[in-house]
C-alpha cells in the first residue's frame, strides 16, 4: 500500500544548489528509518544520508558539510538539501523507508529516482 516518490531533479551547473523531496503516501513516514542514496552511470548505489530515528541524521562523510537530510512528518515528506554540487554528484537519487523487527520481517519502500546532473 505504501509509496514514496522522489521530486526535483534536475540539471544546475556546478556550485550550484538543489532540494530534493521525498514523499510518502500509503505509510507514516515518521515511523521509519529514511535516507537518501544516489547511483552513478556504472556505479554502484551509494548511501547519501539517513535518518535512522527521530533526532538523528546521519551524512556520508564525503558529502558532509554540503548535503542536509531533514524529514517534515506534517507533510509526510524527506528532503535533501544539496549545495556547492560538483560534477560528481551527478547520478540518481533514490530515497528509502525502512521498517524492520524481528529476525527478518521488514517493510521497504523505494522511489523510483529523480536525476541529478551538475553539469556547465
Known amino acids: 500500500q505504501g509509496q514514496v516518490v522522489e521530486s526535483g531533479g534536475g540539471l544546475v551547473q556546478p556550485g550550484g544548489s538543489l532540494k530534493l523531496s521525498c514523499t510518502a503516501s500509503?505509510?507514516?513516514?515518521?515511523?521509519?528509518?529514511t535516507g537518501w542514496y544516489r547511483q552513478a552511470p556504472g556505479k554502484q548505489r551509494e548511501l547519501v544520508a539517513t535518518i535512522p530515528d527521530r533526532g538523528s541524521t546521519n551524512v556520508a562523510d564525503s558529502l558532509k558539510g554540503r548535503f542536509t537530510i531533514s524529514r517534515d512528518d506534517a507533510k509526510n515528506t524527506l528532503y535533501l538539501q544539496m549545495n556547492s554540487l560538483k560534477p560528481e554528484d551527478t547520478a540518481v537519487y533514490y530515497c528509502?523507508?525502512?521498517?524492520?523487527?524481528?529476525?527478518?520481517?521488514?517493510?521497504?519502500?523505494w522511489g523510483q529516482g529523480t536525476q541529478v546532473t551538475v553539469s556547465s
Open positions: 500509503g505509510i507514516n513516514l515518521g515511523l521509519y528509518e
Open positions: 528509502q523507508a525502512r521498517l524492520a523487527w524481528g529476525q527478518s520481517n521488514v517493510d521497504e519502500y
